[in-house]
């Protein structure tokens, strides 16, 4: 239970894009005084964040921006794409799913396998997972994750418990059908229990659209937001984290009997920086083996393990063989871990749009 | 047990070693107290005792006491 | 490109519910007059729906459909290894729907679930997704559940879209098993036609605004607002009677499957037109491809399974039938697969 293996699945190449624009939490007067400043910034070690702030700029444009990058520097035709996955929680429409509308933006054959899903902080962890289903037989040879979440723009700019974490984000994962190779090492979990932990109160279909919807509530000094925007329960997802990443990471070497020492690096989400801490000194790793991108892109949810590798990793990926723990877990609650191991993939420079 | 679990709790407060804590001592009452001690004090139960307090169940525990007759359930669980 | 060939993997089971409330086409004050309901019911060939109180969602008809299929096969819903729910009206926009569900079906935490949004091509996308993820055997047991409250996203003063649709939930459990019949698929996606069915906004395309909710009569018996569905009636006819039959004819071809063979056509009930304009291109007599529609309407994504319940269910429980099924809508997007399914475990429609 739990566990999956997709043998015969590489990933030849991951990019990034984020919006150019930069805000520097520094500057936030949201957060109170400097004192008060600084001590959120060593808390959640956020210090600037990539906002699409107002820009017609969706999460499907930013990975539009990444894949084509990707698709260039691999000299992948499009029409070559087999399947195409489009994970986020900010897509364009209700309906139809936002992969179809990629589909024709990146020139894909029209027989290409497309669909849309829906999860957060753990969204990366489960499209490689499913991608991964899909190619493992070989019918499908080559794939596209676009992993990626304007999430900014769900957060309400008077919510000093959500506005200030959060950055923007889209990448492109590209994956291709190579027999023999040790492929994906899965464990993934859920918790629906904790579905209230991270959640959007209207706009979906329990709770449709409605003029009060967007009516700002105070619930305390400092944080004020309407149904349509993100309510975050920072402790509970905290003590969440704390207790199932590790377990999971640790469940995975087990099951697969692999040695956490021979691990190059560990990629966790970036959910913020004392909760990372806190996973990393639960398993004993070395600060050089955990990547933080936290500092510069924020929590940038389904996005965030793919620009973590792209932002700190890009020599190691491009110039030798890798060996990676990735650790996605946050909004459902949904959680899970991948192993895999690169060589030389292609990484271009962060886009920036 | 009991003697430990102050000097590690006293440690996750961030308060200076004199400060006195007792068991009937209601600690949201502390001037330490915080939501990042809330944090610090989850992290802590966890790493010391293997024990994860999810939030709804921490709700309910008043007392320096109380925090550690939980933990001693679930630890024998 | 585009075709699966998933092996190891049957179908167990399939169940489906819907709302208690029918609605009837004949009186819908929709229509402009009785003879336009007249015409419409026989041009469409559907003659009632079923539409959701407001307290029901999709989660909710799939929820139950699953209950019943998982309590009739007596699976222990601990041993579900993965569950994928499809659908365009979820509960939230955050969190997926599918964690919600685990939850409320009592599943394992070490299940794997996600929520997919697609349209009336879902149910054979996700048949091909949970067959992917039980072919090899790591994951033994799978639940789909696919349903839309899709009446909630017409206006009911929309001739052109209200009266065609229904709302159902339904439930397919799918295992690893080794000595299965393979199953067949064939995908396609064309987005350069994405407008031709949608909603403007609600998403993060066309964020909503209080205008969001201002109705604007487009033309006599057409009133909507940019929360309510738009479809070009037109380019979706000329889309299903082109994509759908080639994707069955080049599926059939790459796994050398004769028209003979097949003992039903479920194609999605989009409307009598359409169903009858595909069997007339495959050159399938119209018998061959059971209908829904007349009672149902257009129920999306689940329109499929719903259409072997009422239609087949004695059959699909009592015999071996080789099917092509054939999903197709909006995105633009289209699936077709051919499975075999061997008595499978089919309870009654359920109402609630």
Known sequence: MGFQHFKNVTVKGIAACVPSNVFDNR????????????????????VTRHLVNGRNLCSSDLCFHAAAKLLSELNWRPDEIDCLLFVSQTPDYIMPATACILQEKLGLAHECFAMDISLGCSGWIYGMAAIGALIQNGGFKKGLLLAGDTSTVTKSPKDKSTYPLFGDGGTATALEYTEGSSGLMVHTATDGKGYKAIIIPDG??????????????????????????????????????????????????????????????????????????????????????????????????????????????????????????????GVGLSWGTIYLETEKITCPELVLV | MMEKFIDHFREALDASEGKEIRLEDRFRDYDEWDSLRYLSVIAMIDSEYDVIIETSEFKKIETVGGLIEEIGKRIKT | ??????????????????????????????????????????????????????????????????EKLIGDLGWDRKEIDCLVFITQTPDYIVPATSCILQDRLGLSSECYSFDVTLGCSGWVYGVSIIGSLLSTGY?????????????KTKSPTDKSTFPLFGDAGTATCMEHSP??????????????????????????????????????????????????????????????????????????????????????????????????KICNKLKVPVEKAPTSYELFGNTSMSSIPLTMITSKRRE??????????????????WATGNIITDRIVCPELIEI
């Open chain 1, 27 to 46: 500057k936030l007067s949201l957060l109170g005084n400097s004192d008060q400043i600084q001590k959120y910034i060593d808390t959640t070690g956020v």
């Open chain 1, 204 to 329: 979906g279909f329990r709770n449709f659209y409605n003029p009060d919807s967007l009516k700002e509530v105070e619930y305390e000094d400092g944080i004020v937001r309407n149904n349509l925007q993100t309510s975050l329960d920072g402790p509970g997802v905290f003590v969440f984290a704390i207790s199932k990443a590790p377990r999971s990471i640790n469940g995975l070497l087990e099951h697969f009997d692999l040695d956490i020492n021979k691990v190059d690096y560990f990629i966790l989400h970036q959910a913020n920086k004392i909760l990372n801490e806190r996973i990393r000194t639960k398993l004993r790793l070395p600060v050089e083996k955990v990547p933080y991108s936290i500092e510069e892109f924020g929590n940038t949810s389904s996005s965030s393990i793919p620009l973590t590798m792209v932002t700190r990793l890009r020599q190691q990926l491009t110039k030798g063989q890798c060996k990676l723990i990735t650790c996605g877990f």
């Open chain 3, 1 to 66: 490109m585009a075709y699966q060939k998933i092996e190891n993997v049957r179908i167990s089971g399939i169940s489906a519910c819907v709302p208690k409330t029918i609605v009837s086409n004949i009186n819908s004050p929709v229509f402009l007059s009785a003879e336009d309901a007249s015409k419409f019911i026989s041009s469409t060939g559907i003659k009632e729906r079923r539409i959701a109180s407001s307290d029901i969602c999709s989660s909710d008809l799939c929820y139950d459909a699953a």
């Open chain 3, 139 to 151: 994951f033994k047991k799978g639940l789909l559940l696919v349903g839309e409250t899709t009446t």
């Open chain 3, 179 to 276: 000595k299965a019949p393979p199953m067949y698929f064939h995908t396609g996606t064309d987005g350069s036609k994405h407008q031709v069915i949608y909603i403007p906004d609600g998403a993060f395309r066309n964020p909503t605004t209080l205008q969001s909710l201002n109705s604007e009569e487009v033309e006599p018996g057409v009133t909507r607002n940019r929360l309510q569905y738009i479809m070009d009636g037109g380019a979706v006819f000329v889309f299903s009677i082109t994509k759908p039959p080639q994707s069955i004819k080049i599926l059939m071809e790459n796994a050398a499957i004769a028209n003979e063979e097949i003992d039903y056509y479920f194609l999605h009930q989009a409307n009598k037109i359409m169903v009858e």
């Open chain 3, 316 to 333: 699909l429980v009592n015999s071996r039938l080789n099917l092509i099924i054939c999903g197709f809508g909006g995105g633009l997007s």
